[in-house]
């Protein structure tokens, strides 16, 4: 196995050199690239400049950039429309301009529009996403590698929204990461204006960089248009940091003082749980983080008793699979930089997981202290250290337990990185017979990101550590995609070990191979007046064990069509096959009773299902799905949809339901269940938001209310109301019951 995986690294890593040195161009009319000292690689791009220069103006953020610096500066303008298509001009023109001083840099924004005030959003809100709302976004890498970098997005309303923008920005922007930053916006009959602040200190960047990369985006719902400044083919994603201009500064900025923020806490809670006894039960915590940039792209993070109090209920799903389901983390502290911990491995082969710490049988775990260190040490190297502690719960007989997680990360032929990673849960107690008790994960992987973006994969292997060390403890994979404008082809493979188990990570399934091809082609009409694109696709996910004979576990092959309309209405079908080797029983009605459990067997069934989504810019939207066919021996039906109305400006309410109906012959269990859920968004200013979020789970037997109320006092600081109640949802009894308060303040020192 070893040897396969070096001929694997072998042939992945010639196949990235030969394609990663070639630049991409888009058309004749691209300039050819320059060089230039301490910059970017050269690329297609060179040739969109921004320049920046220094103001001794005071810069007033009203929205209104009308002091004499920012008639001075020199605009960018002629933006393209990225989508629907990428060979026009934006029917909605946006004029940049940049300044900066000490302490800030400056961006005015002008977005025309001749249906100025008919703008689409959900609410004020923050951190909006970019299918909620029309908006425009800085989209900023200081470091100029073309990996990582921040956005910056404002909604023609004024509401802000920042995120962290990892793997090169194929997979969008993560809303998860705050700051601090200033903007405000103005409207005109014809137009509207923004003007942006955003501190040096709140983004990570090199001293003496003249040259950044960047790029500015915008979203304009009502002609359902997608613009850029750069213009590059409608593939890609247009946070897409392969395709970026330059933000050319006239005298490279530098970091200077002390770069630090405090943000301590307080919280105060009083739960009830009814179902173990009958006494209310109240505690605080005094708690808070610390922000440091020991320089201006490496930092570090201290927390002590941090609590999570304020973090959005999981949305709850119905789990008809064999296997264990992944839930994204919330919790502030393990965000900023989490894809350098967190991107090592594939979604089902996870190295480190953040939420297995703190958390024990559905239970929090107290954290004293942890500490991370993350950032880049030069253009080339960035690196992560972080480590938590958590208290021992008697009750559990859980022991204190030490995580540690380091990461190390090289820029490779442009846009590639090579990077290791060693995640460490430490035991306090020992025993003579099975040695110390911990959990260790050594870890190698290679990422690939053409400079092109055409080519784009991952290779990497994974060993794991045990007291008693067994054979077979290791996972090692390769995924390899090609993107081009029309046509997507994807090949992934997993080896996972009968004994790999790294317990701080997030691995459903082991003692497996899997084998994940799939080819997606896109066709765009001449006349998108109708229809922007549709296209097919076919996925495949076959599971083989491990014996070294290739005996098929599970398998799926599907195949699909869509369309897309130029309205934003979306519709496609999908038929597939699925077979299913069970080698160990399983109750398939999803009821967990293992008396009607199915026997060991081959299942074959087959599925297949409708998809339909409403014009999104209306203010009474609709959603539904259907899935039929087949189910191991007997067969099912999922229909599901939602229904929401968006009450502009001030909020938003949507209804939430699925129904799965298991038909299968006695002696075995047939079952219903129930997925019932309403949001409601209540947002009467932009410092205020109330969400209420009711869910009627008919699985897990359980009703859940949690409203939230959140109020931004100041830059970053807020006050958070939270309530919780759990019931029975056969006989509304009541089970636990909680409510919290907590105060955040961030404080830059």
Sequence with gaps: MRVSFLLYCCCFTALGLVQITTPFVLDAQVAAPTQQNNSTQASAFDNYVLHTTRTSEKITIDGKPTEEAWKKSSPINNFFQHYPTDSLQARSQIEVRALYDGEFMYFAITCFDSTAGKYFFQSLRRDFSADESDGVMIVLDPLATGQNGFGFRVSPVGVQCEGFVANGGNFGMDRSWDNVWFSEVHTESDRWTAELAIPFRAIRFESGRKRWRMNVVRWDWGRNENSTWTRFPINFNSFSLAHTGVLEWDTPPNASGLNMSIIPSAVGIVSHDYQDDNIPKFRWNLGGDVKWALTPALNLDLTVFPDFSNVNADRQVTNLQRFSLFFPEQRQFFIENSDLFAQYGFSQIRPFFSRKIGFSDGQNVTIPAGVRLSGNLDDNWRVGLMTIQTSAKPEQTLETQNYTVTAVQRRLFGRSNIGMIFVNRQGNNFNQETGNNFNRVLGMDFNLLSNDGIWSGKLFYHQNFTPIAKPDQFASAGWLQYNVPGLNINWNHEYIGSNYNPEVGFVPRMGVWRVQPNV??????????????????????????????????????????????????????????????????????????????????????????????????????????????????????????????????????????????????????????????????????????????????????????????????????????VYTDNYDATFWKIRNRGIALKITYWLNV
């Design 520 to 721: 997606n082609q896109v066709f765009y009409p001449t006349d998108r007046s109708l229809i922007n694109e549709h296209g097919w696709g076919i996925e495949g996910d076959w599971y083989f064990d491990n014996s070294g004979r290739f005996v098929p576990l599970d398998r799926s092959l599907f195949a699909y069509y869509y369309v897309s309309f130029a309205n934003t209405v979306n519709a496609s079908v999908f038929a597939g096959e699925i077979f299913t080797k069970l080698t160990f029983p399983f109750d398939a009605s999803g009821m967990g009773d293992d008396t009607h459990a199915l026997p060991l067997d081959d299942y074959h069934y087959y599925q297949y299902g409708v998809d339909f989504s409403s014009d999104r810019r209306s203010p009474l939207t609709v959603n539904a799905s259907i899935r039929a066919g087949s189910y191991y021996n007997g067969t099912s039906l999922r229909y599901s949809g939602s229904v929401g109305y968006r009450f502009q400006p001030f909020g938003s309410i949507r209804f939430n339901l699925q129904q799965d109906e298991i038909t299968l012959p006695q002696p075995y269990h047939s079952a219903e269940f129930t997925l019932m859920s309403m949001q409601l968004e209540y947002t009467p200013t932009r410092e205020v938001f109330f969400t209420t979020f009711v869910q009627y789970n008919t699985q897990i037997n359980n009703v859940n209310l949690n409203a939230r109320m959140q109020w931004r006092f100041a830059p970053m600081s807020d006050v958070f109301l």
